[in-house]
Antibody, heavy 113, light 109 residues
Framework: EVQLVESGGGLVQPGGSLRLSCAAS????????MHWVRQAPGKGLVWVSH????????NYADSVKGRFTISRDNAKNTLYLQMNSLRAEDTAVYYC??????WGRGTLVTVSS | EIVMTQSPATLSVSPGERATLSCRAS??????LAWYQQKPGQAPRLLIY???TRATGIPARFSGSGSGTEFTLTISSLQSEDFAVYYC???????????FGQGTRLEIK
């Protein structure tokens, strides 16, 4: 069974940092592009970033470019999202996904003073 | 950036009736289109990928059609558990970005 389990969310002050992790199992993690998608409270789904299967290529939504960094450790079957210079508008549930096939349950990030 | 536009924003349908949801792309995405269902407090659930292929375990009352810029999700006979928000997503503009539609809320009439 495919499983994606996010962790690392929480409450952080504006300007702060947070690192999200996503543990993958049940599929050959090292052969898939992986993604982060977020959803602000009461809003729709927004793609944030993705990374090539071997980590050689990454891309970001304009809203997070220069502040967020996606990475992966294929030996540990784990995806990461380093989030710096956080803003109130980054408040959302962050989902790890093997699009379009599998999604994690999400982890909530709240940016507030 | 490819913009995905879903219509209508809200659709009111009675149980047992047919629901038709639309998704339009600002440029061709071939058949690289997925549909998701999302219920409150839950992650999105894949229904359709490749514009028309049902995901594993998805009931036959869900069907997808279209290619290029116009896509449709049809639910042939609505069950109570089908009332939710539905999103389309393109994955054709690859690798730069992936985009979602803004969602259609399917509510009980």
């Amino acid at each position: 069974e495919v499983q994606l389990v996010e962790s690392g969310g929480g409450l952080v002050q504006p300007g702060g940092s947070l690192r999200l992790s996503c543990a993958a199992s049940g599929f050959t993690f090292s052969t898939y592009w992986m993604h982060w998608v977020r959803q602000a409270p009461g809003k729709g789904l927004v793609w944030v970033s993705h990374i090539h299967s071997d980590g050689s290529s990454t891309n970001y939504a304009d809203s997070v470019k220069g502040r967020f960094t996606i990475s992966r450790d294929n030996a540990k079957n784990t995806l990461y999202l380093q989030m710096n210079s956080l803003r109130a508008e980054d408040t959302a549930v962050y989902y790890c996904a093997n699009l379009p096939y599998a999604w994690g349950r999400g982890t909530l990030v709240t940016v507030s003073s | 950036e490819i913009v995905m536009t879903q219509s209508p924003a809200t659709l009111s349908v009675s149980p047992g009736e047919r629901a038709t949801l639309s998704c339009r792309a600002s440029q061709s995405v071939s058949s690289n289109l997925a549909w998701y269902q999302q219920k409150p407090g839950q992650a999105p659930r894949l229904l359709i990928y490749g514009a028309s292929t049902r995901a594993t375990g998805i009931p036959a009352r869900f069907s997808g059609s279209g290619s290029g810029t116009e896509f449709t999700l049809t639910i042939s006979s609505l069950q109570s558990e089908d009332f939710a928000v539905y999103y389309c997503q393109q994955y054709n503009d690859w690798p730069p970005e992936i985009t979602f539609g803004q969602g259609t809320r399917l509510e009980i009439k």
